[in-house]
C-alpha cells in the first residue's frame, strides 16, 4: 500500500503538512481515532525503527516527534470527547541534581506521540514529586491503573536518586500499580536491576516498546 500524505510528512518531520493533512482529514470526516492508529502511530514506528538502523539520529527524531506532537495536539481534544483511552499514564522528569533533559524530552514526545498520556515533571524532580504524581493519577481514575514512572539521569552522581524513588514507591504501597522504568546515559541494565526498578532502556524508540509492554 501506497503511504499517506500525513505518514510520509511524520516520518519526514514536515510539521506544516502533518498540520494541514490532520484539518483536511477531520474535516472530510475520517474519525481521529483511524489517523492516530493507521497513520500517526505507523509513522513514528517508521522513525523508531529508520534510528534503530542508524538512518535516522537524534535530531531527526526530534523533528519527527515535534511533528507528531502538534497532530497530537489536534487530535487530543477530539479523542477525549470520543471518549477513545489512551494507551496509559505516565509521569516522567530528570531526578533531583541533573539538569539534563534532551533524551528525557525525546522519551516523553515519543510517549505523547505513541498515544500515552504523558505528564513532564521537567528537571531536577524531587523524588517524592514523582510517586505524590503517581498516586495523584491513581486517585483520580484507579481503574485505569498501572502508573508508569520514567526517571532520566546523566550523572553517575545523580543515577542514586532513582533507588531513592523505586524505594519510595515500595514504602508507599503503591507497587502493584506504579511500576518504575530508568534511563539515561550511564544507566545500565545491571544497574536497574540492581536497584529492583522494572525496566530499563537505552533509547527513546525502545522506550515506548518497553511502555507499550506494560500495559499491554
Ligand atoms: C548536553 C549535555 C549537557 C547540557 C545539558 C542541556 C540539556 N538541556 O539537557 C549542559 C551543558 C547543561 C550540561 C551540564 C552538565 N553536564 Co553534561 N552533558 C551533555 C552531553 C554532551 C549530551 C547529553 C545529551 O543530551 N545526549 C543526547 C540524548 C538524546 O541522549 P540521552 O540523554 O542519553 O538520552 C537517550 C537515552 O539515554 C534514553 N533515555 C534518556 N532518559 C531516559 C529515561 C528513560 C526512562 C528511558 C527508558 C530512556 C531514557 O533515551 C534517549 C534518547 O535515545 C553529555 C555527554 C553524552 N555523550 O552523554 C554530557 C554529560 C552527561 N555531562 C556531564 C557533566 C559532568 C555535566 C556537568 C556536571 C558539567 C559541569 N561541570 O557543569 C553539568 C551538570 C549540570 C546538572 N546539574 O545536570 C558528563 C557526566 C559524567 C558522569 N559520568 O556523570 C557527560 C557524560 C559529559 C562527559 N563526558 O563528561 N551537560
Partial sequence: ????????AVVDGDT???????????????????????HLLPAMEEVGRLYDEGDYF???LMISSEAMKGAMEQLDPLL???????LGRVVIGTVSGDMHDIGKNLVAAMLEGNGFDVTDLGVDV???????????????????????????ALLTTTMP???????LVAASGLKEKVRVLIGGAPV??????????DGYSDS???????ARGFFA
Fill in 188 to 197: 545500565t541494565q545491571g544497574y536497574a536491576d540492581s536497584i529492583g526498578a
Fill in 161 to 167: 536518586q532513582m533507588k531513592t524513588v523505586v524505594e
Fill in 126 to 152: 524531587a523524588p517524592k514529586r514523582f510517586v505524590e504524581t503517581a498516586r495523584a493519577l491513581l486517585d483520580a481514575a484507579p481503574e485505569n491503573a498501572p502508573v508508569l514512572i520514567l526517571l532520566s
Fill in 1 to 8: 500500500m501506497e503511504p499517506s500524505t500525513l505518514f510520509t
Fill in 16 to 38: 506544516d503538512l502533518v498540520l494541514e493533512e490532520v484539518r483536511s482529514m477531520v474535516a472530510s470526516g475520517v474519525r481521529p481515532e483511524a489517523i492516530l492508529q493507521e
Fill in 80 to 86: 477525549k470527547a470520543g471518549g477513545v483511552q489512551k
Fill in 204 to 210: 527513546a524508540y525502545s522506550a515506548v516498546k518497553l
Fill in 58 to 60: 537524534v535530531p531527526e
